[in-house]
């Protein structure tokens, strides 16, 4: 079987060449994977023996799939003995083998991270130290990613920049803490999975004849994404070629995004440094997506100085542009991207699974989850969890249920030690005992302890007492204060807020951007209430009748994976879609905040981009909002700059919207030529053509023809320009004073009845 002619010229030139080191650029959709799987068939071919062939891959999914295809070429036999596995599970194996020359013994433990976390806890609690400052998920990633740049305890404490970056942290124990956690695993004689790379990578290094050993037993080493090597992966590799240097890495600068987990591009980029004489292979040919996809993500990834240079190219069909839709807000950027899924699904004749809707940070989920349900649109978020069902989520809205409904056991059980109050499980049995005996609920038991003979000390008593007081006083304010007013007040005096931005590590931030998000989602409730005249229908109970559906995710029918796909862009490295739809194209969310500090992080966020676009195969939609609830407060936003540097030729703007400057408050007369009017135009919806059009005579007959506002005057048909529903036409004008309304056909939004007093829109034709 001559397996190189299933292969491309470029495939089969990477495959063949084994003569020494070998780096293999593999551009977006190239085969990289197919390439790695024909060479490891064609070692095996050549008479190399599996047991001696070594390949590191970053998943057991890559390796298993590589391993299984491998198989059907040269059968089960072959591929079984192959030395094939992810970083941390080869390297676990030969710890097994050689763990007593570094005080272990070979039946180690391998802590995970709640362990890891688990012996954290413990031992800043035994330093005496303060958990809310040294918060064991951050001191845990704090080592991690210093053990990951192969930095020991003992060069820690010598090291004055760690050191005074712990003290501007108000952390200036974590040295300590770090040899105290490493001195504790191995009298347990455990390792975490930073371990399994460091004490590999020390093994080697104070042991030359253990080293040795393995430099003979592998004759050729293969690494797949190798753009994704931290230091201490790098190291090791180089330690176990250097004898035989028969190397193969394969991987994509280009596709480099995970430096957050101490990924470093420079070892893709030095490979040929390093390894002197390696040669390069390109794989350069896009099996997946269509010319113009290709093109446009070549132009953009083109702006990076940090690359290896390629020309990625396609023999597939030209296809569309890149489509570029700018919404006037968040709202109404889940409107535009659910028409479209619905639009091409009918012309595409394809499968809700065909669609990913990909965002640069989780918290960007909640508008188009609560859209998608609306329509009906079945999805499911990848790698994640939904929004109504983040733990930070699910605790503030415990809070609001209480209030709602004091005798709600389970909100009441939820909160009623977080933020911490000193309320333990032993209480929470004794007030459970209570009300049983007496058939009562949880909350009567705490209104009245003495009453129901609770048995509790006169300490517990007290924080009860403090816990009810606190509820009962938002309970008081539920039928006067609308949701917002009042929900925003109960996470800042609950202690919600203290507890959730009293901390900088990236999993805190994340919490951070959800809560910001939530109350954008409170507010947006309000105010279209208000803006419709319904402004009783906004309390707390309202709010959660609201979101009932979105946060009852555990009762809905799980079967079936027919469902649109919702992701963060980091999640969907690898993964490839018939249309792909990336939102939040603006500046301070894509790229984000954190990348202006340099010039390398910038070209980070470009390249996340490159793969956020490379994922699609046909469709390629880049969405963004003029405005959006962000940090307490509706913020004008700029365009992301990276959509300038997308070639013009490769990308369709429905709105020629100026994205070198903030757009938000300028005319909008300029580009209502380019806009399509779908109000003087045909409409395809549910598979009609539907023509808006308003009769005069019928209009005046119905209603007031025209109003003057403070905006100016209104008459039917005039064009209003809305900061949450965008762009629509006046069909119906009613009321005097105070109660004039306006009935509005939006363009994306449908029909909405404003009470104009609240209404927040501007006059864009008369």
Not at 605 to 613: N, P
């Amino acid at each position: 079987m001559n397996i190189l002619e299933e292969l491309n010229q470029s495939q089969r030139a990477a495959v063949e060449y084994n003569e020494g080191p070998a780096l293999v650029i593999a551009g977006a959709g190239s085969g990289k994977t197919r390439v790695l799987t024909f060479k490891i068939a064609y070692l095996l071919q050549q008479g190399y023996h599996p047991w001696s062939i070594l390949a590191l891959t970053f998943t057991n999914k890559a390796a298993n799939e590589m391993k299984a295809r491998i198989a059907a070429i040269v059968g089960e036999e072959k591929a079984h003995y192959l030395f094939m596995g992810t970083f941390h599970s080869i390297f676990a194996k030969i710890l097994r083998v050689e763990a007593t020359r570094l005080g272990f013994s070979s039946n180690f433990t391998i802590y995970d991270e709640s362990d890891s976390r688990s012996l954290l806890k413990t031992i800043i609690k035994e330093m005496g130290l303060n958990d809310k400052v040294y918060k064991p998920a951050f001191v845990h990633k704090k080592i991690s990613l210093t053990k990951n740049k192969l930095i020991l305890p003992a060069a820690y404490s010598s090291n004055s920049a760690l050191l005074k970056n712990d003290l501007r942290d108000d952390m200036p124990e974590m040295a300590k803490i770090y040899l105290n956690y490493n001195q504790r695993c191995l009298k347990s004689n455990a390792m975490d999975f930073d371990d399994l790379l460091v004490h590999t990578f020390t093994l080697f290094q104070n042991f030359p004849d253990i080293c040795n050993k393995y430099q003979d037993r592998f004759d050729y080493v293969l690494v797949d994404e190798y753009q994704d090597t931290n230091y201490v992966q790098q190291q090791i590799v180089y330690m176990l070629t250097q004898k035989k240097k028969r190397i193969c890495v394969v991987g994509d600068d280009s596709q480099s995004i995970y430096s957050f987990r101490g990924a470093n591009i420079d070892n893709i980029l030095s490979f040929r440094q390093q390894y002197n004489g390696a040669k390069l292979f390109k794989l350069e040919q896009n099996y997946r997506s269509t010319q113009n996809i290709v093109k446009a993500a070549n132009s953009l990834i083109k702006k990076n100085t940090l690359q290896i240079e390629k020309e990625v190219f396609t023999c597939n069909a030209e296809g569309e542009k890149i489509q570029y839709r700018s919404a006037h807000s968040d709202k109404e950027e889940a409107l535009i991207v659910c028409k479209n899924i619905k639009r091409i699904k009918r012309e595409d004749d394809c499968n809700y699974s065909d669609f990913a809707i990909l965002y640069r940070t989780n918290s960007q989920s909640r508008s188009f989850e609560e859209e998608l349900r609306k329509q009906n649109i079945p999805y499911k978020i990848f790698g994640g969890l939904s929004f109504y069902q983040r733990k930070e989520i699910k605790d503030i809205i415990a809070y609001y249920r209480l209030v709602a409904n004091p005798d709600d056991e389970e909100a009441l059980k939820r909160i009623i030690n977080y933020p911490s109050r000193g309320i333990g499980d032993s209480t929470m049995a004794k007030i459970s005992d209570c009300a049983i005996e007496n058939a009562t609920s949880f909350w009567h038991v705490i209104s009245d302890p003495v009453h129901f003979n609770l048995d509790i000390n006169q300490g517990i008593a007290a924080k009860l007492s403090i816990f009810h007081s606190l509820i009962q006083s938002y309970i008081q304010r539920a039928d006067k204060e609308d949701a917002y007013e009042l929900g925003a007040d109960i996470i800042k005096t609950s202690g919600i807020n203290k507890d959730i931005y009293g901390d900088t590590s990236p999993e805190a931030m994340a919490r951070q951007e959800n809560v910001d998000e939530f109350l954008g989602a409170i507010q947006n409730f309000v105010e279209e209430r208000r803006e419709e005249g319904r402004i009783e229908e906004a309390g707390i109970s309202d709010f959660l009748q609201e979101i009932a559906l979105l946060t009852d995710i555990e009762s809905e029918d799980e079967h079936g994976e027919d469902k649109v796909n919702l992701m963060t862009i980091h999640s969907s490295k690898g993964l490839e879609y018939g249309t792909v739809f990336i939102v939040g194209m603006e500046q301070n969310i894509f790229p984000s905040p954190l990348s202006a500090s340099s010039l390398r992080s910038l070209e980070e966020e470009r390249r996340l981009l490159y793969v956020a676009i490379t994922r699609a195969e046909r469709h390629c939609f880049l969405t963004n909002a003029h405005n959006r609830w962000r940090y307490g407060k509706t913020e004008f936003c700029t365009p992301s700059c990276f959509l300038t540097e997308i070639d013009s030729r490769f990308m369709s703007v429905e709105e020629e919207v100026d994205m070198y400057e903030n757009t938000a408050h300028k005319e909008y007369d300029e580009r209502l030529n380019s806009l399509r009017t779908a109000f003087s135009m045909e409409r395809q919806d549910s598979g009609r053509y539907l023509r808006k059009k308003v009769d005069p005579q019928e209009a005046e007959a119905s209603s007031i023809t025209s109003i003057n506002t403070s905006q100016g005057k209104l008459s039917i048909g005039t064009l209003i320009e809305h900061q949450r529903f965008g762009l629509g036409k006046i069909v119906k004008l009613e009321g005097t004073g105070e109660n004039q309304k306006a009935t509005v056909e939006f363009e994306n939004s449908g029909s909405k009845q404003l009470l104009l007093k609240f209404a927040r829109f501007t006059i864009v034709k008369s």
